[in-house]
């Protein structure tokens, strides 16, 4: 079985923050994909990253980056210098590598908001 | 390039209705997902359709059904419909099978009240 917590419900920070999006995961597959995604209060999940459990490089897109762990199962997402535009329902979810489709486990999300 | 869209945006339906929500997929995605969204929770994996067969399912009942067409889009299927089923419903496409290397693009969603 699989599982994902996002134990922050909802977090507030002021603009230029830095922000940290917490995330551990559950899974007794040995191959698994990691995975970030926004969902602005238009609705639509706009997909950020996937990460293999083989790769535990942190990556650094602009502003995001993430931390992958995989002695402690976590993967983290942070935001530097935060804006208005980063304000939104952020979910981590994760998928195992041995079916041949996107089994895909979401958390519960974290509602961040990006106060100016 | 046109994105996933969905239909309608809104739908009330009353307890043991049937209702069918419409996906139209990215051009060029072969690969259609559903999902269940209910009230501050995360999606959940209804089920994926690869070249108009289901090739995944999560753990809905059979009375979520689904089809996919030649042009590739895409409807879900709810008999009975009970009040528990009120949710978003996200359609996602994506272009390679949709193994878990497919980027999956999300459509808007359906916000569906059972009453």
């Known amino acids: 079985a699989q599982k994902v917590t996002q134990a922050q419900t909802e977090i507030s920070v002021v603009e230029k923050e830095d922000v940290t999006l917490d995330c551990v995961y559950e899974t007794r597959d040995t191959t698994y994909y990691l995975f970030w995604y926004k969902q602005p209060p238009s609705g639509e999940l706009v997909f950020l990253i996937r990460r293999n459990s083989f790769d535990e490089q942190n990556e650094i897109s602009g502003r995001y980056s993430w931390n992958f762990q995989k002695s402690t199962s976590s993967f983290n997402f942070t935001i530097t210098a935060s804006q208005v535009v980063d304000s939104a329902v952020y979910f981590c979810a994760l998928s195992p590598n041995s079916v041949g489709y996107q089994k895909v486990t979401f958390g519960t999300g974290t509602k961040l908001q990006v106060i100016p | 390039e046109t994105g996933v869209t969905q239909s309608p945006t809104h739908l009330i339906k009353t307890r043991g209705q049937q209702v069918t929500l419409r996906c139209s997929s990215q051009s060029g995605h072969n690969t259609v997902s559903w999902y269940q969204q209910a009230l501050g929770q995360g999606p959940q994996f209804i089920f994926q359709y690869y070249r108009e067969e289901e090739n995944g399912r999560g753990n809905f009942p059979p009375r979520f059904s689904g089809l996919q067409f030649p042009n590739y889009s895409s409807e879900l299927n709810v008999n009975a419909l009970e009040l528990d089923d009120s949710a978003l419903y996200l359609c996602?496409?994506?272009?390679?099978?949709?193994?878990?290397?497919?980027?999956?693009?999300f459509g808007p969603g359906t916000r569906l009240t059972v009453l």
């Open positions: 996602a496409s994506s272009s390679k099978s949709g193994a878990p290397t497919d980027t999956q693009y």
